[in-house]
């Protein structure tokens, strides 16, 4: 049978989640669970997360990348993203890496809410560590955030030739549906450390950083990446995020494990 | 209906997922092209949304990106960029072939995704119908006088000109970034290609919206642009002056999806359909 090093694959209870699945030339001791951001930050690190994951896998690591329900090529409406089921589908995946890779040791990877998920999905999933790139710690700042931008799009005369009505703009951020229920998970989200080793890379812009102490006070540390990343552009909203030091950062770390 | 995710292509470089609704097979498939960069989700989701939506009402649908785009890979060899893109959208028809007996197929696209599915439509019997969104665009001289004239006649204009010049300066608003762009045709082939394609039988959906009204801004501007090839019953043309120029609204993008639905549905009507 043809073994391709990148299978796409769709995978769990109903196989209804999609995944990409980043085989190593040799047999692999080390796996990495790559949990996407929601929104469009999903769309927007798509590139540089399938460069990290090829990035890992010349490293000897197999590699998982995959969308939750509701996001990307994953079944479900993206007006039905919820944030246990994304934190469940983070532990069924990497069920699901460790089946394919045979390997137990996991480590998980996640931007911005990627890291967040994966945070909180480290005791269930028996994550080995956690690699959170900007993870968001504080659910309210990131919901005040997404609701000043889409509030900015509503007028935005780089993109509509009229203002729309606020009835055109609700109940959405930047592009996708939302429900009422994770809108309000995500404006409770406190998010305490893991029980395992963290990483937090921060390339947050000046300013806008928050305490990273409390997620690394016990087992962790905080590693800078710059320049910072303008996550919250609306101006570059559709632009890809790429960034080289975070592929040599997260690269940099595996690399001292092997 | 489950979709499945496909490792396809003769270098097994191309990614897709195919949507094949079940007693579907033999009928027209869809093709989705990459928008951009963006792979093959589509901008916010749209690619997503749409080929489900095509799926329940019953056709089988293919989203998948073109070589070096989203996850797919290079497939060596020395093609051009347009070879390269005729050749990846056969491996996508073969596809879709194999897994719903498709013979015939429509290509959807956006902007660059619009100027790859003009060119393979433009020259492969296969494709019977294309959706391009945002295509190719002129400023014809009816959009010159819609864009200026108004501008020349509001003394507010006039005005705040006046009082910038007076004061020495203009202000400093950055340039904005232009995401998507498609690299001009020129515009007698781009006739010639649509003349083509309706003489042999083709339909045409063209729909334009206002986030690119640097170039289009008006209903009128169609047949402005690519003049009496436009009347021709194969075509169907739509100006959505109200959206951006990626359906970043939800309810737009609701209503896009839908139109398409509905021409699809008008001039490939499915097997359930046309037994209705």
Known sequence: MRTDPELPFFFGADSGLFGMYHAPASTPRRAVLMCPPLGQELIRTHRLYRQLAQALAAQGIAVLRFDYHGTGDSAGDSAEVDWQRCIGDA?????????????????????????????????????????????????????SALDTMQAALREDADRFNQPRTHADVAEQWLGFDIGDSLRKQIAALKVTPANVPTLVLDSMPAGAAPRWEPLVSTRGRVAAIAPPTPWNDLRRLEAAILSHPLIQAVTGRMAEDA | MREEAFRFGRARHLVGIAGVPEGAFGETGVIVLNAGMVHRIGPFRLH????????????PTLRFDLSTLGDSGA?????????QVCADV?????????????QRFVLVGLCSGAQNAHTVAASDPRVSGAVFLDGYAYRTLGYKLRHYLPRVLDPARWTRFLRQRAGG????????????????APR???????????GRGMKLYLVYSGG???AFNHARQFRECFGKVMDHPGVTTSYRSETDHTYILTGDRARLVDGIGGWLARNFPPAAGRQA
């Not at chain 2, 300066?169 to 998507?180: C, H, L, N």
Request: glycine share 12%; charged share 25%; with cysteine.
């Open chain 1, 91 to 143: 532990v069924t995946a990497a069920g699901e890496l460790r089946s394919r890779a045979g390997v137990d040791r996991i480590v998980a990877f996640g931007a911005r809410l990627g890291g967040s998920i994966a945070l909180g999905a480290a005791d269930r999933a028996r994550f080995a560590e956690v690699i959170a790139w900007d993870p968001v710690i504080d659910g309210d700042d990131y919901v």
């Open chain 2, 48 to 59: 997503v949304e749409l080929t489900r939506q095509l799926n329940a009402a019953g056709y």
């Open chain 2, 75 to 83: 497939s060596g060899g020395g093609l051009t960029r347009t070879q």
């Open chain 2, 90 to 102: 056969d491996d996508a028809m073969k596809l879709l072939a194999e897994r719903a007996g498709c």
């Open chain 2, 169 to 184: 300066g203009g202000t400093d608003k950055p340039a904005p970034e232009p995401v998507f762009s498609v690299a001009p």
């Open chain 2, 188 to 198: 007698e082939e781009v006739i010639a290609d649509f003349t083509g394609m309706v």
């Open chain 2, 212 to 214: 690119i009204s640097y």
